[in-house]
């Protein structure tokens, strides 16, 4: 089970807008930045979103983040077709030492 | 251009050893904290070690911790994992990643990763 809890499935259609949800404690997200990445299965992870809500250079502006309290939210709007791939978010975790990773959504384009 | 290349993933039987490693380039290798984080097939990603530019700080998931070791050659601009008394779990697609951020590591996060190597653990 991992540290970070996030949704397994999500799912939206083509345009519209999909948020998915990253819960945590006062030991991670309570006290540290929270990042994004997206996965295409049989690749590597990419950066999405990192301290909150600062985009790398090149990641759309349909892609945004947030944080509140121990809780992150990670926003997609106008929904494509090549959006479809797995979300992860993660933070330092005070207690654990170490980086904790949510255990990801799998994101569907009906 | 920024890139990661892992090698030395392979097939151990349970209790083997391997060492992998990971060439960086199109950085200064040695200003960036690195890390290896991996995933086992079908499931998400779970960090394992951490280790700074300097190379005298060291972080391990308590998953690992006392069986990997995590090290560098910033001469050779290259990470390595030893990765010792291997278990059916450590089968996993191990990723190499470069760390960004400023101040405390507290904030880091991976800007680039590597296309990973398998280590299959079986007998």
């Known amino acids: 089970q991992s540290v970070l809890t996030q949704p397994p499935s999500a799912s939206e259609t083509p345009g519209q807008r999909v948020t998915i949800s990253c819960s945590g404690s006062?030991?991670?997200?309570?006290?540290?930045?929270v990042n994004w990445y997206q996965q295409i299965p049989g690749t590597a992870p990419k950066l999405l979103i990192y301290?909150?809500?600062q985009r790398p250079s090149g990641v759309p502006d349909r892609f945004s983040g947030s944080k509140s309290g121990t809780s992150a939210s990670l926003a997609i709007s106008g929904l494509q077709s090549e959006d479809e791939a797995d979300y992860y978010c993660t933070s330092w975790d005070d207690s654990l030492n170490g980086w904790v990773f949510g255990g990801g959504t799998k994101l569907t384009v009906l | 251009e920024v890139q990661l290349l892992e090698s030395g993933g392979g097939l151990v039987q349970p209790g083997g050893s391997l060492s992998l490693s990971c060439a960086a380039s199109g950085f200064i290798f040695s200003n960036y904290g690195m890390a290896w984080v991996r995933q086992a097939p079908g499931k998400g990603l779970e960090w394992v070690s951490t280790l700074t530019g300097s190379g005298r700080g060291t972080f391990y998931a308590d998953s690992v911790k006392g069986r990997f070791t995590i090290s560098r050659d910033n001469s050779k601009n290259t990470l390595y994992l030893q990765v010792n008394s291997l278990r059916a779990e450590d089968t996993a697609v191990y990723f190499c990643?470069?760390?960004?951020?400023?101040?405390?590591?507290?904030?880091?996060?991976?800007?680039?990763w590597g296309r990973g190597t398998l280590v299959t653990v079986s007998s």
């Open positions: 006062n030991a991670n997200i309570g006290a540290n930045p």
């Open positions: 301290t909150n809500n």
């Open positions: 990643a470069k760390y960004r951020g400023s101040g405390s590591h507290t904030s880091w996060y991976f800007d680039i």
